[in-house]
C-alpha cells in the first residue's frame, strides 16, 4: 500500500510546526525521515498516525484520505509506534500483543482462535514468543520494543509507522530492531536520530529542518558533507560500509573555517556500480 502526505502543515498552540510538507513512501518501501531535534518529524508523524489533525493537507493511503476513515478501518491499514510508547499496567506480552487486534474484533470483543493465531505469529516474527507470559514492565528496552513491534504486526497493517524505533536500545537491538521492520516488508516510514543506521535501511530519506523538507533521495545522494553542514552543524567524511557498501559517516565539530565560503569539502565518495546493493 502506498502513503502520500500531500502539502500537510500543522499548528499547536498558534505556532506552525510543519510547512506545507509533502512525500510519498511506495509500497514496501522503507523511507527516513531525518532531522536535527525539533525539527518536526515527531509532529509529522502524529499527524500521519492520527494523534494530531493537520491544520492544511492530508495524508492518503492509495489514495483514500486517512482522516476521514472512521479509527477501526483506520488502524486496520495502519500501525504505529510511537517514540514514548508505554503500558502503565503490568499485562503479560501476551496480553499486550493482543490489543493489536481489537480493530479487527466485533461485537463483544472476545479473541477468536484466529485473533491468537495472529498474535502467536506476530510474537514469533519478533522474536519474542518465549517472552509471551513474562510481565511486559518487566522487560529490557530492546525486548518492550520487539513487543510493541509485534503488537504492531498483530494488526495486520498495510502500513507501519515508527518514531524513533531504535530509542534506549544498545547497538545490537537497534540492528536487530531494524532488521526485523526491514523483513516485515510493509510500507514504513520512520523517524531516525542515527544517520548511519538511516543509511543502511531506509530506500529512501527525507530531511526535515525547521519543519520544511530540506532534501529527499536516496541515502547516498542525500548525506552530502555540505547538508549536513548546513541543516546538523557538523563536518562529515563519507566512507564506504566495507561489507554492505552503504555510504557511512564519520563526524568532526564543525569549525568556523568550514562553514565559511569557499572552504574545502571532502573529496567524494565514488558513485555506485551496478553490483553495489545500496545503488538507487
Not at 476521514?68 to 510511537?82: F, I, K, S, V
Not at 514492565?137 to 497493517?157: C, D, M
Not at 544517520?195 to 523538507?213: K, P, T
Request: a negative charge; proline letters at 6%.
Amino acid at each position: 500500500m502506498r502513503l502520500d502526505i500531500d502539502g500537510l502543515s500543522v499548528e499547536v498552540a498558534g505556532h506552525r510546526l510543519v510547512h506545507d510538507i509533502s512525500l510519498g513512501a511506495g509500497s514496501g518501501r522503507l523511507v527516513g525521515l531525518v532531522g536535527p531535534n525539533g525539527s518536526g518529524k515527531s509532529t509529522l508523524l502524529r499527524c500521519v498516525y492520527r494523534a494530531l489533525r493537520p491544520a492544511a493537507g492530508s495524508v492518503r493511503l492509495d489514495g483514500e484520505e486517512l482522516h476521514a476513515m472512521d479509527a477501526r478501518e483506520g488502524a486496520r491499514l495502519l500501525a504505529a509506534l510511537p517514540q514514548e510508547a508505554s503500558t502503565e499496567f503490568d499485562f503479560t506480552v501476551a496480553e499486550v500483543v493482543a490489543m493489536g487486534r481489537l480493530p479487527h474484533q466485533r461485537g463483544s470483543g472476545r479473541a477468536r482462535r484466529t485473533d491468537t493465531e495472529v498474535c502467536e505469529r506476530a510474537l514469533a516474527r519478533a522474536g519474542a514468543d518465549h517472552l509471551a507470559g513474562r510481565g511486559f514492565l518487566s522487560l529490557s528496552g530492546g525486548e518492550k520494543q520487539r513487543v510493541l513491534i509485534a503488537r504492531a504486526l498483530a494488526q495486520e497493517p498495510a502500513v507501519l509507522v515508527l518514531d524513533e524505533p531504535t530509542n534506549h536500545l544498545d547497538i545490537a537491538q537497534q540492528l536487530e530492531v531494524l532488521a526485523l521492520v526491514r523483513d516485515s516488508r510493509l510500507t514504513v516510514l520512520t523517524a531516525l536520530h542515527d544517520l548511519n543506521l538511516a543509511a543502511v535501511h531506509c530506500d529512501e530519506l527525507y530531511v526535515i529542518a525547521h519543519g520544511r523538507i530540506v532534501a529527499s533521495g536516496p541515502p547516498y545522494d542525500v548525506l552530502t558533507p555540505e547538508l549536513l553542514a548546513e541543516v546538523f552543524g557538523v563536518r562529515a567524511h563519507r566512507v564506504r560500509h566495507p561489507e554492505s557498501g552503504a555510504v557511512q559517516l564519520l563526524f568532526d565539530r564543525l569549525r568556523r573555517a568550514d562553514a565559511a565560503p569557499g572552504a574545502c569539502a571532502p573529496a567524494p565518495l565514488p558513485r555506485p556500480t551496478q553490483a553495489d546493493p545500496t545503488a538507487p
